[in-house]
């Protein structure tokens, strides 16, 4: 322990003399772990909000009971089932706007009486005594502590609906999921204003057997699966935040790595002396090792609390995110446990690890004699030079092989992940390869000294430079892809927004008096009644759409593929269909194939005539004609209207339905507003992964900071030769500025087409693999431009101090390098 002790103790005490090598190994720690960890959390909660909300009614497993037509069932179904024997449970479900708050959240009426024994509500025995106060007047309603906070409300408050019902009295609940309210089936009744209906009936799983004529006709079995779980849905999405993630790990893991490798080699006597003191290696290494995972305890702490800042930062934009493209809700404040704060550590000490395992390795297999020979660390470079070749080939092997046979959204990331670390690694060999090329006889001994010196310059800086080509190529993709999307998913929703206003009734009978109303209005020209249905399509979640003939969706409805001839007259003139991209993809149909679809009145077999983009959309989508639809499922009421109407007059009608209909915002939705909505997603979508594009952009350039600060403490040895041959210290800044710009610009040419090819991976591959459509592969110069201008502003800014401190050294400091190189 003693020779451990002050092994330790001289290892530390480079430190001291080298603080900015310590800062830089505790900067690629603290934000490698900050970025990772930051999205881990983000992840976690949202995970969390989904098991929350998959187990609001829990315990045992459950089957559900719906109507095969889609719609409401009336409350008889409840009373007639128990009757007959059935453990039916009723659940209603639907939406409600807080007035004050201006927030939609979910209703879920129960009945808790009646659930399955051993049901848990929101991790509650159904049979607690709280469920005393629950259904009895004045009622209660269940809110998630969270959502509580973040609407800053209180128990016992009761704020209004924006349909002017009053909720009871609200309680906060530990296990309750964010954004739902659960009320007593009754009180749910009222504010939906959906009096005795019901959304489906609950019953064990283990109940087995034929419903009764005539509820086997009109009712369907859904067994409880995870294909509509919140999680799933959602899934490619946290995968591509994971993804960005890492990357911004590795890019600070690059740091870490070029830190502790060049304090390894300036520990060079020092390592000779302690060897030769009679320290053994594997007290060596051990030393080592602590000393390692003391720093990145350190940078670990750091990053871990940085971390939490982050995803707090960042998680109303992606909470509204997925509250808009997916309906899932997730809590708007951070609740973490223990085991992340652990794991996140665990992540930054593993990470250090990995960076300085080559190091120690080295430093491990040198011989004794040779740990203080300069030349002997540049031969082990040039050796590990050619086998980091090696894998570069490898790794290009494995991007081949999975763009070839892949298809999934594993492979499509082992694509994209083989592909950065094959050009990275082999970047330093591109860029040597290319300056040897370059230097030739006929170049003055100026010239030839300066690309000869970027040579020398690759080993301390490649490790900058690959950081830097990561960061650039993402930028590049990730930025190629989001402007694509917002142009394409701008153009998309100009097509399909086409009509005016957009209204949903509230019920049958108040769609019927809309249809008599809204023709007789001065300012409308056309009124088009659309029909909707929930469905599943080989456990697919799937919305079944009906629409009348009109030259509406004939004109601006965007089809990607067709039969030949018109589909517009093939869909009206019934028994075909028209389906989203991402549904065809998932169920492998193109055009000319047969779909069944379940109906009220049996199977019926519709062939696909056209397939549409439906971007942002994670359920399947079918349009099909509205007479097919009523057809098979005559009881379905029209459930929105597209009017067409004369643009200056939306705001009167819409003032004019709310007076005489009672219709809410959520209910009256105009072009305006819905594009507005639609495009404040979207930008919100993208928000978090500019956010992390742009940080791993920034940590790029604090390891070229730190590599150019790092070497110029070292780059004396060769400038001093120059100056005293009479080159100017102008002229040497010039020169130094001049090869980091080269080096810099190389990788930035490299950089380029990696990016564009990592856009295509993203639009062509996950993409499709993760949400089932693929975008127009764009490249924007404007854009590349900007990130050249970008990447070379932040060369010279990383240069700055460097050459400030060449111009600061005094002469004496250039003759005494002299001297010591004699």
């Known amino acids: 322990m003693t020779v451990l002790y002050w092994t330790l103790r001289s290892l530390l005490s480079h430190w001291r003399k080298h603080p900015i090598q310590f800062f830089s190994l505790f900067t690629g720690l603290w934000l490698a772990t900050a970025l990772l960890t930051g999205v881990l959390a983000l992840n976690g909660q949202a995970r969390e909000s989904y098991a929350r909300a998959s187990q609001l009614i829990g315990g045992i497993p459950q089957a559900t009971l719906s109507a095969r037509n889609g719609s409401p069932l009336p409350q008889e179904s409840f009373s007639t089932l128990r009757r007959l024997g059935w453990p039916v449970s009723p659940v209603l479900q639907g939406s409600v706007v807080l007035e004050r708050q201006n927030r939609r959240l979910q209703v879920m009426g129960i009945e808790p009486v009646s659930l399955p024994a051993g049901s848990l509500l929101a991790g509650e025995p159904a049979d607690a005594p709280d469920l005393t106060a629950f259904i009895s007047p004045p009622n209660q309603t269940w809110i998630a502590e969270e959502t509580l906070r973040e609407l800053d409300l209180h128990n016992g408050d009761q704020p209004l609906l924006a349909n002017g019902q009053q909720l009871p009295p609200l309680q906060g609940k530990n296990r309750m999921a964010p954004g739902l309210l659960l009320v007593d089936i009754g009180v749910a009744q009222r504010l939906l204003d959906m009096p005795h209906?019901?959304?489906?009936?609950?019953?064990?799983?283990?109940?087995?057997?034929d419903l009764p004529p005539p509820w086997n006709e009109r009712l369907q079995w859904q067994h409880q699966s995870n294909e509509n779980d919140p999680g799933r849905l959602t899934e490619s999405f946290?995968?591509?935040?994971?993804?960005?993630?890492?990357?911004?790990?590795?890019?600070?893991?690059f740091i870490v790595h070029a830190a502790i490798g060049l304090a390894l080699e300036q520990r060079r006597p020092l390592l000779r002396t302690v060897r030769a003191s009679g320290v053994s290696v594997k007290h060596l290494l051990l030393a080592l090792v602590i000393e390692l995972s003391t720093l990145a305890l350190l940078g670990g702490?750091?990053?871990?609390?940085?971390?939490?800042?982050?995803?707090?930062?960042?998680?109303?934009?992606?909470?509204?995110?997925?509250?808009?493209l997916y309906g899932a809700e997730v809590a708007g404040q951070l609740t973490l446990s223990p085991t992340w704060w652990l794991g996140s550590l665990a992540l930054s000490l593993i990470g250090a690890l990995l960076a300085g395992a080559n190091s120690l390795w080295r430093a491990a297999r040198l011989p004794l004699l040779a740990l203080a020979n300069h030349e002997a660390w540049h031969q082990a470079h040039r050796a590990w030079l050619h086998r980091q070749g090696w894998v570069a080939g490898i790794a290009a092997l494995v991007a081949l092989t999975a763009a070839w046979v892949g298809d999934s959204l594993t492979s499509g990331f082992i694509l994209?992940?083989?592909?950065?670390?094959?050009s990275a690694l082999g970047l330093p060999l591109l860029l040597s390869t290319l300056l040897r090329l370059i230097s030739r006889p006929g170049h003055s001994p100026l010239t030839a000294w300066f690309l000869a010196d970027c040579r020398q310059q690759l080993p301390g800086m490649s490790l900058a430079l690959m950081a830097l080509l990561l960061a650039l190529a993402a930028n590049i993709g990730a930025g190629s892809m989001t402007e694509g999307f917002r142009q394409t998913f701008t153009t998309w929703l100009d097509q399909r927004l086409s009509a005016e206003l957009y209204i949903r009734p509230q019920t049958p009978e108040q769609a019927v008096a809309l249809q008599q109303w809204l023709p007789n209005q001065p300012a409308v020209r056309r009124v088009l009644p659309g029909l909707e249905l929930e469905t599943e399509i080989q456990g697919w979640p799937l919305t079944l759409a009906g629409m009348e003939d009109d030259a509406t969706y004939r004109q601006h409805w965007p089809l990607l593929e067709a039969q030949a001839g018109n589909p517009w007259d093939a869909l009206f003139a019934g028994g075909s269909l028209m389906l989203s991209e991402q549904l065809a993809r998932h169920l492998k149909v193109g055009i000319g194939h047969t779909i069944e679809l379940p109906t009220a009145e049996g199977i019926w077999q519709a062939r696909v005539v056209a397939i549409y983009a439906d971007y942002g959309n994670p359920r399947g989508h079918i349009l099909?004609?509205?007479?097919?639809?009523?057809?098979?499922?005559?009881?379905?009421?029209?459930?929105?209207?597209?009017?067409?109407?004369?643009?200056?007059?939306?705001?009167?009608?819409?003032?004019t339905l709310q007076r005489n209909f009672s219709l809410d915002d959520t209910r009256l939705v105009d072009q305006a507003r819905l594009k507005e909505w639609a495009t404040q997603v979207f930008e919100r979508t993208f928000s978090a992964t500019t956010a992390l594009n742009t940080l791993t952009l920034i940590v790029a350039g604090i390891a070229l900071f730190i590599a150019l600060l790092t070497q110029s403490q070292s780059r004396l040895g060769q400038l001093a030769p120059l100056w005293a041959m009479g080159v100017t210290r102008r002229q040497l800044m010039l020169?130094?500025?001049?090869?980091?710009?080269?080096?810099?610009?190389?990788?930035?040419?490299?950089?380029?087409?990696?990016?564009?090819?990592?856009?295509?991976?993203?639009?062509?591959?996950?993409?499709v693999q993760a949400f089932g459509w693929r975008l127009p592969l764009q490249v924007f110069p404007s854009q590349l431009i900007?990130?050249?201008?970008?990447?070379?502003?932040?060369t010279w800014l990383a240069s700055a101090w460097p050459l400030w401190s060449l111009w600061r050294s005094r002469p004496v400091d250039l003759l005494r390098v002299l001297s010591d190189e004699r």
């Open 786 to 794: 900007r990130l050249a201008g970008l990447a070379l502003l932040a």
């Open 301 to 324: 702490i750091a990053g871990v609390v940085s971390g939490y800042v982050l995803a707090s930062l960042l998680l109303p934009d992606v909470a509204a995110s997925l509250r808009g």
């Open 735 to 767: 020169l130094n500025l001049g090869q980091t710009w080269l080096l810099t610009l190389l990788t930035l040419v490299f950089a380029i087409p990696l990016g564009i090819l990592l856009a295509w991976c993203l639009v062509a591959v996950i993409n």
């Open 197 to 209: 209906q019901i959304s489906r009936l609950i019953l064990p799983a283990s109940v087995q057997g």
């Open 416 to 422: 994209m992940g083989s592909l950065l670390l094959a």
């Open 624 to 655: 099909v004609n509205a007479a097919d639809m009523r057809k098979y499922w005559p009881a379905l009421p029209v459930s929105r209207y597209a009017v067409r109407m004369d643009p200056t007059a939306v705001a009167t009608l819409k003032h």
């Open 238 to 253: 946290h995968l591509n935040l994971t993804a960005l993630g890492l990357l911004a790990f590795a890019v600070g893991l």
